[in-house]
Nanobody
Framework: QVQLVESGGGLVQPGGSLRLSCVASGSAFNIWTLAWYRQAPGNQRELVARISSSGNRNYGDSVKGRFTISRVNANNTVYLQMNSLKPEDTAVYYC????????WGQGTQVTVSS
């Protein structure tokens, strides 16, 4: 019923920018948290950024000052704006909605390479 669809991944050069989108559909929630996680081969899953229905935002230390999470209510979309990308940012990025239950998107690949 609840579906999360990520998009916007791709190949970008170091120093470049990319914007990821997570579109939620299927249900409405009063209280929720949406988070972006990432996982690179050989690494554990890492929290990138999160935003809550109350407006609170958190970022992982490795992306602070470079990434911004935002919400657009009109189209039920959460964005992750990624600037000053580094090769270390290469990973599969996942959208995760935490409400009464937890829902995950399918992931989108981000590759930062010259």
């Amino acid at each position: 019923q609840v579906q999360l669809v990520e998009s916007g991944g791709g190949l970008v050069q170091p120093g470049g920018s990319l914007r990821l989108s997570c579109v939620a559909s299927g249900s409405a929630f009063n209280i929720w948290t949406l988070a972006w996680y990432r996982q690179a081969p050989g690494n554990q899953r890492e929290l990138v950024a999160r935003i809550s229905s109350s407006g609170n935002r958190n970022y992982g230390d490795s992306v602070k000052g470079r990434f911004t999470i935002s919400r657009v209510n009109a189209n039920n979309t959460v964005y992750l704006q990624m600037n000053s990308l580094k090769p270390e940012d290469t990973a599969v990025y996942y959208c995760c909605l935490q409400a009464t239950r937890t829902y995950w998107g399918q992931g989108t690949q981000v590759t930062v390479s010259s």
